[in-house]
Structures are given as C-alpha cells and as structure tokens.
C-alpha cells in the first residue's frame, strides 16, 4: 500500500511519509473497516472542486443517423424508451453526461408512444425536431414544436408520443437520475394500464399559468415544482430579444434568462433549473467559472464555446457540457445573427444547499488560452 502519492508539502496539509511501520498499522485499521484520516484527507479535501468529467461537444450531425437507426432495431415497448445517452468519458459508471445529470436523445415515430411511468427523478425534454410530439403529465397534454421546453416534475404521471399525423420526432431528455441515485432515492413505477387519461383540456397549464407576470386568483398550487409544465419557443425568444433592447446582458452569457415557477419566481423544479441565453451577433464572451453542472444544446446559430481551455465550434441542435468550475466563454460567430443556448443545470441543489460559488478569469484580458482546438 502506497500513500505517499497523497502527500502535499503545505502546512495544514497531510504530509506522512510511509514506514514499515505505518504501513502494517495501516494493514490492521483497514481489517477494522477504518483507515487513517491522513492517508486520504488531500484527496477527500481538495483546495477547490475537481470535476470527475470532462467537457464533451456531442455533434448532432454525427449522432442523429445513429439515434433515427435506433428506430428499426428496438422499439419503444421493449426498450421502455427508445434512447441515446449521453455518456461523459468521466462519468460512465453512473450514466451521467456531467456531473450528477443524465441526458439523452429520444426518437419517435408517428403513431408511437411510451408508456406512462412516474419517477422520484425530475425530468425534462427540449425538443429538437420532428412533428406532432406531445406530452401528458398528470393528465395535461401538451403538443410541443422545435425549441419548446417541457417538465416532467418528479413524482408526475407522465408519457410522450407523437400524433399518428406528424412527423418522426427527435428530443433531448435531461433528468437529474445520477444526483437521485447517488442521494439512494431512486423510485420508479409504471403506470397500472400503462396509459394515462387526459383529463384536463390541452394545454390548459399554458391558459392557466402561460400569461406573462399574470398569476389566476382562484386557482392554488403548493407542489414543489412549477405549475406551468410548457415553455414555448416563440414568445421565450420574442422576450430575449425585447429585452435586448434594454439592456446589457452580461460580458459572460450576454442575454440569459431562467425558465421559473411563476408562483415563486424560482427554478422550475426542485433539483433542475433552465435557463435560454441569447448572444448578439459578433458577442464575444468572458471566461468565469462557476460550482454546479451545465448541459446546453444549441437552439439558434453558430459559435464556439472555450472549455477548461478547449475550443468546442457549435452548430444549431449541437449539445455541450460544462463541468462544475469548469473556466468557460461562448462565442458567436455570425456578425448578422443571433445564437440561443439551451441549457439545464443542477442551479437549484447549489443554491440551496449553499454550495454555488462564482468567479470571473481576471488575466488575459477574460479570456482563456486555448489549448486545443475544436474541430469545426
Ligand atoms: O421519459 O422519464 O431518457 O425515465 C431516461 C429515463 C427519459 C423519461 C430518459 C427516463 C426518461
């Protein structure tokens, strides 16, 4: 047994040479299911977070052949869901495409669906292209078009197809499985005639609870999660460009603005919070870094993000992480159009457990050396 890879120089750091002697001591705490605290105390106590995973662009023009060929060799019956993961060469043994979040890409032909199943994980689904995709949670439907956002809260009935009439779908799921697995939380039950009635009028949590900065008087909620389950494209992007208009934006994400409960004003669910940020042609971003992790998938136009000093180039329905403190600046590369980033975080669990922690990279003028390129 070797320690002293965990040795570090520094007072108030552990720095215990090995000896015979320590060593067969070692040898009898470990029979007692014990060991000593300074064998392991650097590892267990870094200076600052040190992220399992790695930064990971997932092309969709190299993954999307491979998702619709899914179609032919399962089906959605056998396979429960018909899905792609996202795997990060970090995390592979707990299923994560960063940190403690899962993500996937689901297919859909016309006419299919899944069953109807609830689970202690929250999850979500940002569509990426196809016709006639819906979603029932709890009994609202809700149909869903390219850039729409829509939760599947912890603990909800919920079921996706799409419409006999439409057009084979393709969408990313983002759930928070590895974070509830690795809390040993995890319940999963399917639904006892594996389909849900819709008994609620389609898209009634849009009527209800869609209308910008108005809230109904008759109606309560008290669940933890948002009461509104859609988010639209059409007037999220309308009021990301409003809004540019009036002001600034950040040097690090220009235009970003988080989906919320619109009875609290917070995230939309317990452990998953979202966010579209919209970057003005020729925006060139600072680096920061920041605690917690960060998918995004690219809604809107063509750039590049800097990671821990990696150069990823993006493209439109492109997916990308960011590791928790990890340095990271985005780029867009049109000088005529716009870009939007999608993006789903574990924000909800840093912040109320105290744990976000923010910081800007002060040399190079905010920005990072890039160490590899991306190819384009
Ligand atoms: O539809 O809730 O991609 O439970 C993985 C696990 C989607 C879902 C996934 C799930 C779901």
């Not at 809700?142 to 603990?155: I, Y």
Request: negative net charge.
């Amino acid at each position: 047994m070797k320690h002293d890879n965990y040795r570090e120089d520094i007072a108030g750091r552990a720095d215990v040479a090995d000896t015979p002697e320590l060593v067969a001591y070692y040898q009898q705490l470990t029979a007692l299911n014990t060991g000593a605290l300074w064998t392991v105390a650097n590892k267990i106590e870094p200076w600052q977070p040190k992220s399992a995973s790695v930064p990971v662009l997932w092309r969709y023009r190299e993954l999307r052949e491979h998702v619709l060929r899914s179609v032919a060799l399962v089906t959605p019956e056998k396979a429960g869901r018909r899905v792609i993961y996202l795997n990060n060469p970090g995390r592979q043994e707990v299923a994560a495409a960063v940190g403690w979040l899962y993500s996937g890409l689901q297919v859909m032909h016309p006419g299919e669906a899944a069953s109807a199943h609830a689970h202690s994980a929250s999850a979500l689904r940002f569509i990426m292209e196809g016709r006639g995709a819906y979603t029932i949670v709890d009994g609202h439907k809700m149909p869903l078009e390219a850039n729409d956002f829509v939760l599947t809260p912890n603990g909800t009935w919920h079921e996706h197809g799409v419409e006999a009439d439409g057009a084979t779908c393709i969408w990313q799921d983002g759930l928070d499985i590895p974070l509830v697995n690795a809390l040993e939380a995890g319940f999963y039950k399917v639904h006892p005639d594996l389909r849900q009635p819709v008994t609620a009028p389609v898209d009634d949590s849009v009527a209800l609870w869609g209308a910008a900065a108005l809230r109904p008087h008759h109606v309560g909620w008290d669940k933890p999660y948002s009461p509104l389950f859609k988010y639209q494209w059409g007037p999220t992007y309308e009021a990301l460009c409003r809004a540019a208009q009036a002001c600034e934006g950040t040097p690090y994400d220009d235009l970003l603005m988080h989906y919320t409960n619109p009875v609290t004003g917070g995230h939309v669910m317990p452990t998953i919070g979202a966010s579209m940020q919209r970057l003005r042609p020729g925006f060139v971003g600072k680096a920061h870094r920041h605690t917690g992790s960060f998918i995004y998938q690219v809604a809107k136009g063509e750039g590049y993000s800097v990671i821990d000093g990696q150069r990823f180039d993006w493209r439109e329905r492109d997916i990308f992480c960011v590791p928790s403190w990890a340095f990271h600046e985005h780029v867009n590369l049109s000088q005529h159009d716009d870009a939007c980033l999608f993006c789903f975080n574990d924000l909800p669990v840093m912040q109320s457990l105290s744990l976000y922690y923010e910081d800007a990279l002060l040399e190079n003028g905010g920005h990072q050396v890039i160490l590899s390129e991306g190819k384009a």
